[in-house]
DNA sequence: CAAACCTCTACAATCGTTTGTAAAAAATCA
DNA sequence: TGATTTTTTACAAACGATTGTAGAGGTTTG
């Protein structure tokens, strides 16, 4: 349209004069700002900074700006810190705080605020999210000790109120279940959050109330560096008188002692998808609900092992087949 | 002077009209935004996490938002990622991503714009800054292996472009020579970066070039950790052929096996600190130039013991003691 | 009582964009 | 060519606060 050089120089002095288009004028007379702002329960977490990296890393690349808020210990805070972002124009939210009925969903739905959940979702789908399949790490981590010859199996429970703790059990019942044990008569206790304090509280319980146990599946691994912390004051080892199976795979439990076998989740990978979900419904203003399930994996290491009764067992039996030669 | 019950009046009015004050239109008349930048290299590293909730936590309580930008693997973006930040009006900066001389320091200057290093420092102090007492805390780690009996001890260095890697050299050697020990003498390999496979490439050098060390001193505990991984592959044992200490005290290095020795920095501190310093930049104008240098303070754990040399002496004095009974 | 001074209220300008509209110019058609 | 439509250009209103100023009202003083 325009005579190109005509763009060119305009361009040129545009840049000599150091000229930029101011994003908050822009954002007054638009209403949108090129901003997401983004809610995690604390940054502190091993599990919430790979997120918050994935989700800005592709959001920058965008072209947008994140927002983080802590909400911290003050979920009841959550509302007014998210009118605070709103108050600043967010063009969209990435929730990583999410309760299982969560009254922040309820406004964006209201508001028609795009909004995407991470790493916990709601009991029903009102917003897309994306999550780990937590029922299904359950189930190989379960898999993985009856495969070892464990029967007597208890689960560290995390938080009802978020869908990790929530579905995490219920998977934990479903893998047992699943492998003919019965999930009602096996311990179970459940941890008010994610600590590795919390973690060694329920252990220590768990062990008083059935030192038949032989295998321990946590729900997060800091529940389950608690639990090595609450055999270590009973003098007991692992794996040799308990296995324990963690969850995330975070940095450094390779590196333990004894290394944690843990269901691996790829918390950065749900990052950058939910930034993807995220601008979709921003830009393409699309309302579609979308439930991104991401599968885990198991990875083993020294944590867990066979328990003493099958391996008395095998060395009864090869001992038989020994003699029968 | 206004009638207080009117006040009362449209308060309460305003409070039912859910009325709030636009920060935008308020940013855009004024110049201000109540909005601090906050550059971090990677917010992965368990160094910059706490940094970022302190200084979250401080500043949100001062009604302040912070608005985080990811400088990653891009130092040549910095000025321009900087820049996209006062466009958006932020009222003051926290450089945790400076190197010993900074050219985003330099436009910081010239613009008077409200900034604060925190972790790295610059070569000479331009502007406040928030370190931990890297030298220091070198000695400290030095004198434990000098006292544990080493004689033979090297050093995993970080970047040099870093203050943090290029103080700490610098404490080490005055460690040293503090006890007698010629610096010169000592091995020293310098990491690209501060990774555990930088730490084991490192260490593997080292030990080949110098054989004889019995004592590592490195830059960061991830360097450590990646020392533990070199001696892993070469079967050696730490701290029974080498002690190691690490730098930094992060979460589960207490863990780890065997628990590592290392020098504890409270980045949380730090954190808190450069945002106390930011607001009174700001808010009273201050050009004062602070440096606040906070005392680091050595963790004993496992992966530090006497050199087998020196236990051998021992052993021979001891059972010479008793011989003279 | 008028002049000078101070206080308070009300209003308009401003920040820097975006966007709608009106006018002007160009293009199309009978 | 004149009427009609389309495109281009130019301008002004709006976003929602802050802040300076002019004028109204009140108070003090010679």
């Known amino acids: 349209m325009v005579d190109p050089s005509a763009v060119a ?20 007379r638009t209403g949108r ?24 890393e592709r959001l920058s690349a965008r072209g947008y700006s994140t927002l983080v808020a802590y909400v911290g210990g003050a979920p009841e805070q959550q509302l ?9 124009r967010v063009d969209g939210l990435i929730i990583a705080t999410a309760s299982r009925h969560d009254p922040l969903v309820s406004f964006c739905v209201e508001q028609k605020l795009p909004a995407v959940l991470v790493n916990r979702a709601e009991k029903e789908a009102r917003i897309s999210a994306v999550v780990s399949d937590d029922i299904q790490g359950m189930q190989l981590a379960v898999d993985h000790l009856v495969d070892l ?14 869908s990790t703790g929530f579905l995490r059990r219920q998977g934990f019942a479903q893998g047992l279940a699943a492998r003919g044990l019965d999930p009602l008569k096996a311990p179970c206790e459940v941890a008010g959050n994610y600590t590795r304090e919390q973690g060694a509280e329920s252990m220590r319980r768990l062990i008083d109330a059935r030192p038949d146990i032989t295998g321990i599946v946590a729900a997060n691994d800091l529940l ?22 963690g969850h995330n795979d975070m940095p450094l439990v390779d590196l ?3 290394a944690l076998t843990t269901v691996r989740i790829s918390h950065r990978e749900m990052g950058l998808q939910a930034a993807d979900l995220l601008q979709q419904a921003m830009e393409d203003n699309d309302q579609l609900i ?29 001992s038989r087949k020994a003699d029968r030669r």
């Open 224 to 245: 389950a560096l608690g639990a090595y912390d609450a055999l270590q004051e009973r003098h007991m080892n692992c794996p040799r008188d308990i296995s324990i199976v």
């Open 80 to 88: 007014d810190i998210a009118g605070g972002l709103i108050a600043r």
């Open 33 to 56: 700002s090129k901003l997401v702002g983004i809610l995690v329960p604390d940054i502190a977490t091993s599990v919430f900074t790979p997120i918050l990296t994935g989700a800005t």
């Open 9 to 28: 120089r305009v361009l040129k002095a545009a840049q000599e004069l150091g000229y930029r288009l101011d994003p908050v004028a822009a954002s007054l």
């Open 149 to 162: 010859g464990h029967t007597d199996i208890g689960h560290l429970a995390g938080p009802p109120e978020h």
């Open 290 to 318: 979308r439930n991104i399930v991401l599968p885990p994996k198991l990875i083993v290491r020294a944590s867990t092992a066979a328990p003493r009764t099958t391996l008395a067992k095998r060395a009864a039996s090869s």
């Open 256 to 258: 333990v002692h004894p």
